[in-house]
């Protein structure tokens, strides 16, 4: 265990369902993070949020939406995906040090999710 | 763009076995480089390494990072089964703060 913890671990959806990723870090950081991780490819960054706020955005689709309600809980909504979504969602957090520019991530287990 | 190459993709070896696993980067204004573990799902913390020439150890592994040749290795002596995982590499630049730019990773897998 690595004090981040992931919701549900594997999701099915059809491609004009509406649901939700829930991630939780009990180690006290004031980062997070949403990756994707589809087969044979690297770890994407898709967002981050350092004190609540959302500092990092990399050119991912509408369809999904992120949500910091406080430095230990993210989302990631999700609405009218397409099959090639499917992969490994993981949530990672960290402390986030700009003097030191430092960055150890810790990361949650993750959330597979397939679109039919 | 920040770029991380990992050699090589995957290695199978036997359990006993030392295995040294290579990693690649070009960063612009590079911070740190870290290594990290993932067997079944969430990947593992294992190493940062900020400096040239410091290596770090815990236990059976070790790394050790070439500022100058823009490289680093990671080293497993006497391997075993539970050494099998996926081994990532990642690199955080200036750009920002917060992206690690990650290899492709090496499937290493450790027979008995």
């Known amino acids: 265990e690595t004090g981040v913890t992931q919701t549900p671990r594997h999701l099915v959806m059809g491609m004009t369902n509406k649901k939700s990723l829930k991630c939780e870090q009990h180690?006290?950081?004031?980062?997070m993070y949403w990756y994707k991780q589809s087969a044979k490819k690297p770890l994407e960054l898709m967002f981050v949020?350092?004190?609540?706020?959302?500092?990092e955005n990399n050119s991912v689709p509408s369809r999904f939406s992120p949500e910091c309600p406080n430095s230990s809980h993210l989302f990631l909504h999700l609405h009218t995906l397409q099959p090639e979504d499917s992969a490994l969602y993981l949530c990672?957090?960290?402390?986030?040090?700009?003097?030191?520019?430092?960055?150890?991530?810790?990361f949650g287990p993750g959330t597979r999710l397939t679109v039919l | 763009e920040d770029k991380v190459v990992q050699s090589p993709l995957s290695l199978v070896v036997h359990e006993g076995d030392t295995v040294t696993l290579n990693c690649s980067y070009e960063v612009t204004n590079f911070r740190s480089l870290l290594w990290y573990k993932q067997e079944k799902k969430a990947p593992t913390f294992l190493f940062m390494l900020t400096s040239s020439g410091i290596e770090k150890k815990s236990g059976r592994l070790s790394s050790i990072l070439d500022k100058k040749e823009l490289f680093s290795i990671l080293n497993i002596t006497a391997t075993q089964t539970g050494d099998s995982a996926v081994y990532l590499c990642?690199?955080?630049?200036?750009?920002?703060?917060?992206?690690?730019?990650f290899g492709k990773g090496t499937l290493l897998t450790v027979n008995p």
């Open positions: 949020y350092s004190l609540e706020e959302r500092v």
């Open positions: 990672a957090s960290s402390q986030d040090n700009r003097v030191r520019g430092l960055n150890e991530q810790f």
């Open positions: 990642a690199v955080v630049g200036a750009g920002s703060n917060y992206k690690l730019t």
């Open positions: 180690l006290g950081h004031n980062a």
